[in-house]
Nanobody
Framework: QVQLVESGGGLVQPGGSLRLSCAAS????????MKWYRQAPGEERELVAH???????NYADSVKGRFTISRDNRKNTVYLQMDSLKPEDTAVYYC?????????WGQGTQVTVSS
């Protein structure tokens, strides 16, 4: 059974940091490109960061220089290190795995940036 389980969300003050994790199971993790998306209330889901199976990374302009995506294929886990957080980063963050037509989603984890 395919599973993507996100963790690490929570409440943080502006300027703070959080590290999200997404643990994968039920598929060959190393083959898949992994992405983090986020969705704020009333907004469309947007792509935040992407890491390919080979380790190449890309970021949305809004998070470039503040967020870092990484993966550990031994642990079947992808991470999103979020630094210098802003209130506008508040959203539900989702993990996504994509390979050919195989497309899997996690259940999401809430990140709230507020003083």
């Amino acid at each position: 059974q395919v599973q993507l389980v996100e963790s690490g969300g929570g409440l943080v003050q502006p300027g703070g940091s959080l590290r999200l994790s997404c643990a994968a199971s039920g598929f060959t993790f190393s083959r898949y490109g992994m992405k983090w998306y986020r969705q704020a209330p009333g907004e469309e889901r947007e792509l935040v960061a992407h890491i390919t199976s080979g380790g190449t990374t890309n970021y949305a302009d809004s998070v470039k220089g503040r967020f870092t995506i990484s993966r550990d294929n031994r642990k079947n886990t992808v991470y999103l290190q979020m630094d210098s957080l802003k209130p506008e980063d508040t959203a539900v963050y989702y993990c996504n795995a994509l390979w050919i037509s195989y497309n899997y989603w996690g259940q999401g984890t809430q990140v709230t940036v507020s003083s």
